[in-house]
């Protein structure tokens, strides 16, 4: 009779938030549609590459919608090109160490390096409209988000376990099947947090990528970095505050909107045996998963066109005929890669030969301050990540692995990883003129600030894919912390962490561009590194030191790699591997 009695009376919440759910996707529909209309509007007039940035507050929204759109559209990017670059390098064995490689040098390269060809390239594309110039802030944002997703992704798929891809070669399971049921289930964990910092590094660049001069000419975009630059160039403290305020906003907001409920919905995918018995929740994720008319229809459809698909995959595989070999297709084959590599050889040499004819007025002077300057950004960068190291694991284990304590950290640190620490620095640089120290302190500080999150994020996603089963053994057999951290939680977070470490290494090179060469009112502050010789060549137009500091910037990072970051990617990738 209870039980009758539940069913019989429906609840006013069944009723009630169906309705609210469809009426909050409406509306959201509704304003993501007018929100496009503004921001085509604005691109498609005429070009203004210094915008006089308006510091009232009245500004701030349209400021803040600006740079919401090119760290979204950024990231969108960001992530298409770290799937597709990750999946290839991963399987295919005879460019993955070109890929990789080449992985390795560009996310090296610094943003201002950057900055030249793309913005000259972005507007000759696109003359006459704001689209170009905002395609090269788009474009600079975006090369300041993706490489750690792409390295995150390429590990997470050199780290599946054997016996789930023999799996799904026995259940004859396709490309598009094995990529969707295993390889991005397997990898969500691991991106999910990789986009979080990534979105935070975004912001680290905003104000770079929104407030940049070139040759004499200044570029201002209107939005919330060159607001906040502004402000802080002026001194005037009532708009940074409040420009810091809506960018904390923008920050919560994300992170209870997206973020969250995608760390929530992710953890179904820990690689475990016995369920775990506190999860991740996140109302949000609670409330869109309440069935209405708008969730209901985007399912069957979905359903439906994957049914689809997957049957015609069966039916092509029942019905393949096993061809011949044809020897002139075979030689084809082999052509393409020959011409390709060809193709490649002839670019690399137009290359070298335009990089030597910039690079024919460097003295040896010149020379041997750029090797006395990298020596010094060498310094800052593994001090810089020797200290973030030293708090981001152990508190990065405690938040991973406690979903309660996550619950409230999570948002804390991430509101802190996205505040610019560009912004605060200005305030930090007074700080240690007071104290006595200078910019060469304040430089690890900022590299420090900026690149702390990789390492964090990392070894939290790791955490929390430790199979809970093992969590259990480790408490049956009465592991001691010592024994748990050996045994359970270093190898277990280790992927994640050499992840971590990498990209940290190269935020920290990338950082330097603004740590050691810092503008702040009608004042230059400089110190003697290799991001100080990029950002003033990167001013002045100096393209020769800007070109030979960029080319031995990206040489010491590869160089570290390949000596340090790629043995441990491959210890990773056999002993410290989950398997059954």
Known sequence: MKIEHTLARPPVTNRTWPFLIDATVILCGLAFFFAMIQLGTYWMARPMPAVVISLSVRALPLYAFYSVARI?????????????YGYIAAYN?????????????????????????????????????????EMGSILLIFTGQVWNMAFSFYSSLKSIPREMIEATRVYRF??????????????AIGLIWNSIVSVAGGWFFLIVCEMFAFKGTSFRLPGLGSY????ADAGNLHALLWGLIVLVLIIVATDQLIWRPLIAWSDKFKFEQTESATRVTSPILSLFQRPSALTRLPARVWG?????????????????????IDDNAAKGSRLFPILLGSFAALVI???????????????????RLLLLCAGATWLRVNTAIALAALWTIPVGVSIGSNPRLAHYLQPITQVVASVPATALFPVLMLGLIRIGGGL????????????QWYILFNVIAGAMAIPSDLKEAAAVYRFTRWQRWTRLILPGIFPYLVTGMITASGGAWNASIVSEYFHIGDQTLQTLGLGAQISAASDSGNFSTLLLATVLMATMVVTMNRLVWRRLYRLAETRYKLEG
């Open 72 to 84: 979204a559209i950024a990231y969108l990017l960001s992530l298409i090109f770290a799937v597709s």
């Open 93 to 133: 064995p005879r460019v993955e160490a070109w890929m990789i490689a080449v992985l390795d040098i560009l996310q090296s390269i610094p943003v201002l390096s950057f900055l030249p060809g793309v913005m000259l390239a972005m507007m000759a594309l696109i003359p006459g409209h704001q689209l170009g110039i």
């Open 174 to 187: 396709s490309a598009w099947q094995r990529f969707w049921q295993l390889e991005m289930p397997f990898a």
């Open 228 to 231: 906040l630059q502004t402000a």
């Open 304 to 324: 439906s066109i994957e049914e689809g698909v997957y049957r015609r995959l069966s039916k092509s595989r029942e019905c393949r005929v096993i061809q011949p």
């Open 349 to 367: 040499l137009w290359g070298l030969s335009q990089a030597i004819l910039i690079v024919h007025g460097v003295t040896w002077a010149d020379l």
């Open 440 to 451: 060469g302190f304040g430089a690890i500080a900022l590299m420090l600030m900026g690149t």
